[in-house]
């Protein structure tokens, strides 16, 4: 933030309360939901303790994770960011005011976390929009599924062999 409270270069935009925040990671995007003052709600491991960027990869491999609120700039350390609401084409956003309202009751709560199926990206969205989604983790079960077929056809593929050479003989 620069020192007249606007952001920079480096923080850009001007994010409004119910935004989501999309930090990029080195090999991930963390996301968090702008609440306004410089705060954003996201969750983070429960057993929290070293910098930002390291803590949110840590959060990939917990299956526990705490509700937290934070300065946007904390949670962004070194790394870029961008608002990014994409999923409003598809999903309505709830009322400011209700979005806020429920991410105040979370803030300390410790809740459960899955890569796939209930991660940082799930947890904002189903702030904003009352539905969890998250097209990370639909790629990433996309990459599982493909490799899980390959591995299947190659499989599949020996089995065949094994069964041909077998008649040979």
């Not at 705490?66 to 598809?90: E, P, T, W």
């Not at 709830?94 to 410790?110: K, M």
Request: proline share 4%; aromatic share 10%.
């Amino acid at each position: 933030m620069t020192a007249n409270g606007g952001f920079s270069v480096l923080y850009p935009g001007n994010p409004q309360p119910g935004d989501l925040i999309e930090i990029f990671r080195p090999a991930y995007q963390h996301w968090a939901l702008y609440l306004g003052d410089g705060y954003v709600i996201n969750v983070a491991p429960v057993e929290e303790g070293a910098a930002s960027s390291l803590a949110s990869a840590k959060s990939v491999f917990s299956r526990k994770a705490l509700v937290k609120m934070q300065l946007l700039k904390d949670v962004v350390g070194s790394d870029r960011y961008r608002i990014n609401n994409k999923y409003d084409a598809a999903y309505a956003p709830l009322p400011t005011e209700h979005i806020l309202r429920r991410a105040e009751l979370l803030v300390g709560q410790e809740v459960s976390y899955d890569l796939l199926g209930n991660n940082c990206e799930h947890f904002v969205t189903l702030l904003r929009y009352g539905e969890g989604v998250s097209e990370q983790a639909s790629r990433a079960m996309g990459a599982v599924g493909f490799v899980t077929a390959a591995a299947g056809a190659v499989s599949l593929l020996g089995f065949f062999q094994n069964r041909s050479r077998d008649r040979q003989y």
